[in-house]
């Protein structure tokens, strides 16, 4: 296990502590044009409304189904796709003040691994070129210095030097994913937002990226924002999980609470559906939505889970729920026990 | 490489001897021949059959063809019919003022136009997308006779601030500034033409790019935005660019045959357009095989260029 802060000390709660990021009612809409003058006629509401906060040397994973937001938070923590509305606080700094060469420099403390390991590296460019470049480029090594950085870094992920010489397209997806991670840590940064790390590579090589996370963590005091659909991940590699459905979230807390005694129905339900390798573990009576994720465009009134919510009840349709609680909250009328 | 450079030009002469035979069917089987052509009106018949027996225009035409290539492979281009010049000096003499027309053109056509691809990709759907899309619209719908003779109107016979055409002017041969003068407008009439297809080009092959991944990774490693574009999204952008160069890079030994025409500039296209109309078999014989010279060469100069742009691309 990596040295998370909840293992440093166990009977002290992680919220005690200075959260390395904060996220006030985080909110990204994307317009939807139409016409030929291509004039406004809606929002996806990709992210709506989101509070969270991250606290230094932890992994948090943000879960949920595809398309509920997940990597456009992600991307608006680093303010890669700026966020429409909300605050994003990041060491006391707010991020949306922040812009131009202020920015770029705070990139030196916030990175961000890529889903997909094959369209996230240039082609064009040397290994070593890739990584060397946010060291020159932020005035944090010479020429020789990174070289020899860049050496290290091949290293630890474990690549070996000779690679660098090497183009992207000559490395497998394991690989090119290594060469992702790599890229982010060459900086030293806090935090890492690793967008699905793992979801594009296959089973066997996904242990070996999630080991190597793990072990990068207790390394160098990483920060980890862990976006994921597959739950074994994320179970394995989580300390607290955030679970999101259409913009928000629903539930927060602890991973084994959350796993072990969900309280919201859509937690239970995408708890449900991964497949348990072990016929005898299998849980004879799952609970089992119908239909598909309601438009982003046009999200449910009240909680937006209550047109698939088997316990639906009238306030459901109209009164949106807070997340409440402590150190597992929910945003549940009906939260189960 | 070297052996794929070496099987490249060993593919080309085959090709080459392939290009000549169709000119040279072409041109030979052309209604007329020089002798036509040039003759006195009080000429015999006896004195035309003569004549087009000493030139040889009366054996079949592959004995023809043999005699022009046995020709060629001593390095010999022939007499020109119509001035009795040997051809490759009259080539000679009229490629230095197409090469210089047309590299200027070209040169001046893609400062102009690669940026502006780059800006309008960019910037897209925004006023300075709209403005130059319409330009580069206009630049390559404007035929150059029309675009010269309008440009020769406002500035040779209204502001009278430009020659009308000719390479210097009479009696001031070989001064730089005069020739630079005589240059500003086929120069413009045609990288006009050059350059409006250019943005298009250019623009179209940055934004396939601007969508990829790995520009955000640029971004995300706190790069300047000019670097994410100029080094990282250009760079992957060049392949479709370097295909459109190479198509016309041989333009430099072609010519423009309009624009010559219509400035009087002293190059190969109003050469290829002279010896056309007298029939002259060997010059256009000996431009048509440069031509395809320069068509194969730069063919393989694109696929050589290919690989320094995107290192995917090996040969072997």
Known sequence: ?337 | MFQYIVRRILIAIPVLLGVTIFNFLIIYMAPGNPVDMYINPDATEEDIQIKKEALGLNDPLYIQYFRWLGNILHGDFGISYTTYEPVLHIITERIGPTLLLMSVSLVVAYLIAIPIGIISATKQYSWTDYFTTTFSFLGVSIPPFFLGLGVMYVFAVVLQILPTGGMNTLGNEGGFLDTLFHLIMPVFVLSMGIAGSMVRYVRSSMLEVLGQDYLRTARAKGLREFVVTNKHALRNALIPIITIIGMDIPILIGGAVVTEQIFQWPGLGQLTIQSIGSRDYSVLMAINFSAAIVVLFSNLLTDIFYTVADPRIKYN
């Open chain 1, 1 to 337: 296990m990596s040295k998370s802060i909840l293992e440093i000390d166990k009977n002290a709660t992680i919220e005690t502590l200075a959260p390395l990021v904060e996220i006030q009612n985080l909110k990204k809409y994307y317009p939807i044009k139409k016409g030929i003058i291509s004039h406004t006629v809606g929002h996806v509401k990709a992210v709506d409304g989101l509070d969270l906060k991250i606290y230094p040397g932890e992994t948090l994973s943000l879960v949920g189904e595809s398309g509920c937001g997940k990597s456009t938070t992600g991307r608006a923590i680093v303010k890669l796709d700026p966020p429409t509305e909300g605050k994003v606080i990041f060491e006391g700094q707010n991020l949306s003040e922040v812009n131009g060469s202020e920015l770029r420099n705070l990139r030196t403390k916030m990175q961000i691994i890529f889903q997909d390991p094959y369209s996230s590296l240039n082609p064009g460019k040397r290994v070593g070129e890739l990584l060397a470049e946010p060291l020159i480029t932020h005035k944090l090594a010479n020429h020789n210095d990174a070289i020899k950085k860049v050496d290290d870094i091949l290293e630890i992920v474990g690549l070996t030097k000779h690679h660098k010489n090497r183009y992207p397209h000559e490395f497998s997806g394991g690989q090119r994913q290594r060469i992702g991670i790599a890229r982010a840590l060459i900086l030293n940064p806090k935090l890492i937002v690793c967008d699905e790390p793992v979801s594009a590579l296959d089973v066997s090589i996904q242990a070996q990226v999630l080991n190597l996370l793990k072990d990068l963590q207790a390394q160098f005091q990483l920060t980890y924002l862990f976006i994921a659909h597959g739950l074994g991940a994320v179970k394995y590699i989580s300390d607290r999980v955030a679970v999101m459905y259409l913009g928000k979230i629903v539930e927060l807390g602890k991973t084994e609470d959350i796993f072990k005694t969900p309280k919201h129905p859509y937690t239970k339900v995408l708890l449900n559906s991964y497949p348990i390798p072990n016929p005898h573990l299998r849980n004879r009576e799952r609970l089992v939505i119908q239909g598909d994720v309601p438009s982003p465009a046009n999200p449910p009134s009240g909680c937006s889970f209550h047109t698939r919510c088997p316990f639906a009840k009238a306030i459901c349709r109209e009164k949106t729920p807070d997340l409440v609680g402590n150190h597992h909250s929910v945003a549940c009328h009906f939260p189960l026990t």
